[in-house]
């Protein structure tokens, strides 16, 4: 089975703080995403990884940047983590560009105080 | 910008059929996929249109019309296990970018 594993379940960060939240997946997937979740809006995409050191932004990449310097690990950042970034944060990855299922991590839930 | 449309929520009994369309206004679009999320879970995929027509998965079934923008997801035989959130995911691009709707929360009652 697949798995995709996320560093924390839940994160309590003071704002200003840089915030790193890490995502490691198993099974040499070539694409790795990050989205937020909040009540309402869905699952947004913040940016994707199509291979190492490649990315793209999404659709609300503003406050937060992104690493992956191998494979299988997608870091998140918030640089100066705000109260407007508390959220469900959420990691997936596809094998590759001709797979089409995406596997998802647990999730973090991230509160910024 | 891409956006996905659904019903925010929808309710049925247990052992009926229920659809949940979407609606969506992308570039690049090359197909549509299904995803159901439990509470306090992660989302997982149901399934995947590419084409145009009817895809069935036991007793699940998604359908996909291009020309008008438009699917939708059919659960028969509704039982307890299927309430939970249901989003419709447009694949676009050439890296594989997939954008969600706004997810629909399906209650099923006895």
């Known amino acids: 089975d697949v798995k995709v594993t996320q560093s924390s379940r839940y994160l309590v960060k003071r704002t200003g703080e840089k915030v790193f939240l890490e995502c490691v997946q198993d099974?040499?997937?070539?694409?790795m995403f990050w989205y937020r979740q909040d009540p309402g809006l869905g699952l947004r995409l913040i940016y994707f990884?199509?291979?190492?050191?490649?990315?793209e932004k999404g659709d609300i990449p503003e406050g937060y940047s992104v690493s992956r310097e191998k494979k299988e690990r997608f870091s998140l950042i918030l640089e100066s983590a705000s109260t407007n970034q508390t959220s469900m944060y959420l990691c997936?990855?596809?094998?590759?560009?001709?797979?089409?299922?995406?596997?998802f991590g647990q999730g973090t839930r991230l509160t910024v105080v | 910008g891409q956006s996905l449309e659904q019903p925010s929520e929808v309710t049925a009994v247990e052992g009926a059929i229920v659809q949940i369309n979407c609606t969506y206004q992308t570039s690049g679009f090359y197909g549509l996929s299904w995803y159901q999320q439990h509470d306090g879970g992660a989302p997982t995929f149901l399934s995947y249109n590419g084409l145009d027509g009817l895809e069935e998965t036991g007793r699940f079934s998604s359908f996909l019309s291009r020309s008008d923008s438009y699917g939708y997801l059919l659960l028969q035989e509704l039982q307890m296990k299927d309430s939970a959130s249901y989003f419709c995911v447009a694949y676009t691009g050439t890296a594989s970018k997939l954008t969600f709707g706004t997810g629909t929360r399906l209650q099923v009652t006895l």
């Open positions: 997936a990855s596809i094998r590759d560009n001709q797979n089409t299922e995406a596997f």
């Open positions: 990884s199509y291979d190492v050191k490649m990315k």
């Open positions: 099974m040499d997937h070539e694409n």
